[in-house]
Structure formats: structure tokens, C-alpha cells
């Protein structure tokens, strides 16, 4: 039984911080960030980011600073940037921190390691980056990176997972 209608810890609407209230509404499908290969594998879960056609292509992703992921992009200089799908959920939870992997976040799946990072075997859409050296700059609380799209593969996916205000969101196409 409860007693409460919402969550009796949540900071009330009018005392939250109103740019971080505005992204949270505008969303985004979730995607995900590894770099590394065997023991040095890491991933994050990124749905801050934007895709920019030219040739070549061009993937621009707000980081969190401390993030491994980040470490390794800038040490290898490539990543795989993969589209998750609303299957994916636990797998972007995991990689965001907020859920347990008991025994790795590595071990929830099956991978392939590619040239560019490892990618998630049943991954359809997904795509091996290059950072641009010297992209890197301090943006908010995030770090901004650019890199070249390399190779892209776009596959029959499922509907995509998407983030907004929060919380996972399943869209239907």
C-alpha cells in the first residue's frame, strides 16, 4: 500500500533546473557507444547525439567526461555506434550505470568485434567511427566529439528505443 501519488523524494518541477527539464522533453532514439577490444572493452549508452549526411558522413555525441568510453575513443580513435531497439532496454541500462551486470556488462550478449569496437551481434543498424582529433571540447556538463562515419549498415530493426523525459519510450515505427 501507498501512501503517495509520486515519488516522495522527487525535487517538485519549479525546483528543477529548466534546460535539463526542456532536453528531457525533446528526446531521442538510444544508441550505443563501445570502443576497445577483449578485456579493454567499454561502452556507454548515448542518446545525445545528431548524425550528419556528406561524404563522408559525420556522428556528433555528448559524452559524460568521466566516461571509459571517452578514454578509449580518444586512445583508439575509433568506436562502434549502435541503434538500439526497445528489445535493448536492460542492455541500456547496464551501459548507462543504472542497473547491475553481474559478471560484466559484456556478458549480457553475444558481440562481434569489428575494426572499429566491438558491436552487438544482433545489432542490424550500427556504424564504425573515426574520431577527429581535436574535436573534443567541454560542452555543459558533457564533452562534445566528432567523428567520421567509416562504414554505416542499416538493417531490418525493430522499433526503436527512445528516451524522453526520463524514461525509456517505445516508438512504433
Do not use: C, K
Not at 567526461?65 to 547496464?94: F, K, N
Not at 581535436?134 to 567509416?150: C, H, K, P
Amino acid at each position: 500500500m501507498t501512501i503517495h501519488t509520486e515519488h516522495p523524494f522527487d525535487t517538485p518541477d519549479e525546483d528543477r533546473d529548466p534546460v535539463r527539464r526542456l532536453r528531457g522533453r525533446i528526446g531521442g532514439t538510444v544508441s550505443l557507444w563501445t570502443a576497445g577490444a577483449g578485456i579493454e572493452r567499454v561502452g556507454l549508452t548515448v542518446s545525445s547525439y545528431l548524425v550528419a549526411t556528406g561524404n563522408p558522413g559525420r556522428v556528433v555525441g555528448l559524452l559524460h567526461p568521466d566516461s571509459d568510453v571517452l578514454d578509449a575513443l580518444e586512445e583508439t580513435g575509433t568506436a562502434v555506434v549502435t541503434l538500439l531497439g526497445a528489445r535493448d532496454e536492460r542492455l541500456a541500462d547496464v551501459f548507462a550505470g543504472v542497473m547491475p551486470a553481474p559478471g560484466g556488462a559484456f556478458r549480457l550478449i553475444e558481440w562481434e568485434q569489428t575494426e572499429w569496437g566491438p558491436r552487438p551481434r544482433h545489432a542490424t543498424t550500427w556504424m564504425g567511427v573515426r574520431l577527429d582529433p581535436g574535436s573534443r571540447r567541454d560542452v555543459g556538463w558533457s564533452v562534445l566529439v566528432e567523428a567520421t562515419i567509416e562504414h554505416a549498415e542499416v538493417g531490418v530493426e525493430d522499433a526503436p528505443l527512445v528516451h524522453r523525459r526520463g524514461r525509456y519510450q517505445r516508438a512504433t515505427e
